[in-house]
C-alpha cells in the first residue's frame, strides 16, 4: 500500500504543473472563449492536452489513485472541446498575432534583432565613408540596375530631379523606388532562408545591403542633397528597412539555434527557435506590404522634405510603440 502510495506521489509530482497549467487554460476559455489566451498559450494547448492524454493512459495502466485518475479524465474531457471544438475566425486569428504574438515575437528576439541591427548599421557606415573618400567605390556597392544612372557622373540636377517627381524623371523614379523595394523584400525573404546556414550568409547580405545605402547617402550628400534623399527614403524606408533587419534577426535566430543548441539537440533547438523566427517573419510581410503602401501614395502626394521627414519620425514612433507596448499587458496578465 505504502509503495502504491509513494508510487502514485512521484507519478503526479512529475507531470502535475502541466495538468495545472492546461487546467488553468481550460477555465479561460470557459469564460472567454479562445480569445482569452495568449499567443503562446494557444500554441502551448495541443502539446498539453497530448501530454495529459498521456498521462491518463499510464495512470489507468498502473492502477494508480483513482482520485488522479478522475481528475485526469475530467481535464482531458474538458481541453477535448478547447482543442477540436473551438474555431478561430480569421479576423480573431489576425487580431491575436498582430496584438500579441508578433510583437511580443519581437520582444523575444531582441537580442538577435539588436545584432542585425547593428551589422546592418555597420555596413550603411562603412559604405557611405567609403564612398564619400573615394566615389569609384560607389560602383563597387551599386549595380548599374540599381543605380539606374544615378551615380557619381550624374549631374546634380538630375539627383534633384528624380527626389522631387519632376515630370521628366517620374517615371525613373517609380522604377527606382520599385526597385528598392523588391531588392528589400528579397534581402529580408534571403536573411531568414539563409539562416540555415549558421546565419553567416545573413550577416554578408545585411552588410552589403548597408554598403549599398551607405553609397547612395555618401553620393548624394557630396551634391547637398542627403536631407532630401533621407526624406525621400524614410517616407517609406523606415518601415521597409526596419522589416529587413527583422528578418536579419528571424535569420539570426536560426543560425544560433544550430550553432549553440544548448541543452536541446539541434534538430529540436531548431524547432523552437524556428516557430519565433516565422512569427517575426510573417509580421515582417506585412509590413513590406504597408512600406509598399507608403512609397506608392506617400511619394507621388508629398514632394516637401520637411513633411517627408515628418511623416517618416511620426512611423518611427508607431512602430516603436507597436513593438515595445503593444501586446505586453496581456501577456502579463495571462502570466499570473
Not at 491575436?96 to 515575437?105: E, I, L, R, T
Not at 546565419?199 to 532630401?228: E, K, S, T
Request: one cysteine or more.
Amino acid at each position: 500500500m505504502a509503495n502504491d502510495l509513494l508510487k502514485s506521489y512521484s507519478f503526479r509530482r512529475e507531470r502535475e504543473q502541466d495538468w495545472r497549467a492546461l487546467e488553468a487554460m481550460v477555465a479561460k476559455t470557459d469564460t472567454g472563449g479562445l480569445k482569452a489566451l495568449s499567443a503562446d498559450e494557444v500554441m502551448r494547448l495541443p502539446g498539453l492536452y497530448r501530454a495529459t492524454i498521456s498521462s491518463l493512459s499510464v495512470a489507468r495502466s498502473i492502477s494508480l489513485d483513482r482520485n488522479v485518475v478522475q481528475f485526469l479524465e475530467g481535464l482531458a474531457v474538458r481541453a477535448y472541446f478547447c482543442v477540436y471544438g473551438t474555431r478561430t475566425g480569421l479576423m480573431e486569428a489576425l487580431s491575436a498575432f498582430f496584438g500579441v504574438g508578433f510583437p511580443q515575437a519581437v520582444r523575444d528576439a531582441r537580442r538577435s534583432i539588436a545584432v542585425s541591427g547593428f551589422v546592418f548599421a555597420l555596413g550603411i557606415f562603412a559604405g557611405f565613408q567609403m564612398t564619400a573618400g573615394n566615389e569609384d567605390w560607389f560602383y563597387t556597392f551599386v549595380g548599374t540596375d540599381m543605380a539606374g544612372g544615378r551615380d557619381p557622373s550624374a549631374s546634380t540636377d538630375f539627383l534633384r530631379a528624380v527626389l522631387f517627381d519632376e515630370p521628366d524623371s517620374l517615371e525613373s523614379l517609380n522604377l527606382f523606388a520599385s526597385f528598392l523595394f523588391s531588392n528589400n523584400a528579397r534581402v529580408g525573404m534571403l536573411c531568414f532562408a539563409l539562416g540555415f546556414a549558421f546565419g553567416v550568409p545573413v550577416l554578408l547580405l545585411l552588410i552589403n545591403n548597408g554598403l549599398m545605402l551607405g553609397a547612395f547617402l555618401a553620393l548624394y550628400h557630396g551634391r547637398g542633397l542627403l536631407g532630401d534623399l533621407s526624406g525621400w527614403l524614410l517616407i517609406h524606408g523606415v518601415t521597409e528597412l526596419l522589416a529587413v533587419v527583422l528578418c536579419g534577426g528571424a535569420g539570426m535566430l536560426l543560425g544560433q539555434a544550430l550553432a549553440f543548441p544548448g541543452r536541446h539537440t539541434r534538430m529540436a533547438n531548431l524547432a523552437i527557435q524556428g516557430r519565433l523566427a516565422a512569427r517575426i517573419v510573417l509580421g515582417a510581410v506585412a509590413m513590406f506590404f504597408l512600406a509598399a503602401l507608403l512609397e506608392g501614395f506617400g511619394r507621388q502626394l508629398i514632394n516637401d522634405t520637411g513633411t517627408r521627414a515628418l511623416v517618416a519620425g511620426t512611423t518611427a514612433v508607431l512602430w516603436a510603440f507597436y513593438f515595445i507596448r503593444v501586446g505586453r499587458r496581456r501577456r502579463h496578465g495571462d502570466d499570473r
